[in-house]
């Protein structure tokens, strides 16, 4: 393995509240190599997003960081582009000029406009929403959307891509649809993904390793489970695939027996409630509430 | 196959014909009497109330005028008008003709040219009224939406000026207007004014009265902006002036224009008690002149002076909609 592109060292986050500090995360430690697709896994309110968020820098962690290519992360940057869970495109905006602001923002200097007008177009025919140029978010379907929103985080050229549960509000058919695309997309490109998920099956279908957090307060990574399915990966020939049922059993097993649901039984979990931390982690987490909408538990049932 | 092209090419042809039909036919034609029937409803139920019960209400200027009375004012307001009109068409000419006499006699005469000098009549007044609350929409938006602005984008700023908005908003156009008249008066000193100072007056008391609704729905349009969409903005490193440019100002533009209309709606009610008290032209101050001037038609003038601003009212609120239509993305 080579030396490590993304490095989390030691990372603890508290949140000030009404009662004190709340350790939401307690020594995470991640080394991660470049062209490596990450999944985070976990239940809710167990920090994932608060990890992704520190990553992206719109979070500070209260004690250790995040290096990047030798540079320490403590802003926001194109070069750590985040898809966030509901799209997030402006609403004001087409297609075209949502992936533009992003393009005209990050290569203004070092792009002429028939490039960046190239680029744009290219990126967008990358995730097959050429034909919507001009639509407004609002006149497009959320799976499109999120479409666009994945080909402007494309489009700024990430070092690594974030993913906040990019496919979790959509329908299981365009989540299927969407994975492939994003697993050519990746395997093209060659670009590092962190990819947070509720979703057992593509944690398992998407990634190279697995990391499964426990829950919180002080939540931590468990374990990793590196996937080692040859690519390019096809979910229907994979669905019987004696590996795969056995790394997704894995998962689950730490998921449902290891990690059970903070104060359920195991007929009931993921129930979308718990949110133990959300009110203290404020507006940096905009998928707290939905985050449960997908049970892994239907899912193989 | 040559039927089906028949009638292919009969509909192309008779396609206007089925619009202007469907228009007119059934359905189409019981659903805009429906939205037509009880509106007309309401205001015949309105007239005949206004009708009747007109005449019971004994002032010392005679009865309350009822609709018929209003309508025929109505009409003699316009002919004062159309009959003005003549006059100061007659006036120029007039003026023409003997100033041309005077040239021909000496070539180096100084010849004047004044303005007509009659009375406004209520039509000239509707329009001076609309340049003012015009004038002070203006200014108020001016101030009000930057304003408004870097009270939504800074917690600090907006909670130090918080109280005031509080404090200043449900103040009575009347308690500032003594205020600004004074001010204006000593402040606005020029020889050849470029307005009338009672002008001035009422335009800033409808700034004073209207910047409120713009100021606090922007501030708080700024401050609602979408988390997800300040992330955005983060991550992209947008400039200061580009995050407000590309993402604050267009996010807030509904709800500025809501409070745009609110404001409409205030600067012109406002107006016309400024434009009474201050005795700046307008329908305000002819409002004023009818009551002080106690004939036995004040009361209908008056009456048709409340219907227009009424409608006015309704007309600059409608125009505010077509223009947040046009502007707004919500829409």
Sequence with gaps: MSKSHLELTNVQMAFDTKEGPFIALENIDLKIRKGEFVSLIGHSGCGKSTVLNIVAGLLQATRGGCVLDGHEVNTPGPERAVVFQNHSLMPWLTVYENVELAVQQVFRKSMSKAERKEWILHNLKLVNMDHALDKRPGEISGGMAQRVGIARALAMKPSVLLMDEPFGALDALTRAHLQDSLMKIQQDLNSTVIMITHDVDEAVLLSDRIVMMTNGPAATIGEELYI??????????????????????????????????????????EEPTAEAEAPAQGDNLPDVGNESEESPVRRIA | MTTLSHTDSLSQGQRWLRALTDKLSGVNLAETGRQLLLPAIGIILFLGFWHIAAPQVQTSLGAFPGPAQVLEQTGRLWQEHDNQRDRAA?????????????????????????????????????????????AGFVLATIIAVPLGIIIGLNRHFSAAVNPLIQIFKPVSPLAWLPLVTMVVSATYVSDDPMFEKSFLTSMITVTLCSLWPTLINTSVGVSAVNPDL??????????????????????????IFTGLRVSLGIAWMVLIAAEMLAQSPGLGKFVWDEFQNGGSESLSRIMVAVLAIGFIGFLLDRIM?????KVAWNE
Aim: charged share 25%; no cysteine.
């Design chain 2, 230 to 255: 300040l992330n955005v903005s983060k991550v992209l490193r947008l400039s200061f002036w580009t995050h407000v440019r590309k993402v604050v100002l267009p996010s807030s533009v509904p709800m």
């Design chain 1, 228 to 269: 080692e399915l040859p690519r390019p990966r096809n979910r229907v020939t994979l669905a019987d695939h004696p590996e795969y049922v056995r790394y997704r059993q894995a998962v689950l097993s730490f998921l449902y027996e290891k990690q059970r649901f903070p104060g359920k039984g195991e007929d009931e979990q």
């Design chain 2, 90 to 134: 007659q006036f120029v000419t007039m003026q023409e003709e003997r100033n041309e006499r005077i040239l021909a006699e000496n070539p180096d005469a100084e010849v004047k040219i004044r303005d007509y000098p009659g009375a406004p009549t209520f039509i000239d007044q509707i329009f001076t009224s609309l340049g003012t609350v015009l």
């Design chain 2, 321 to 325: 909609l077509l223009i947040q239509k």
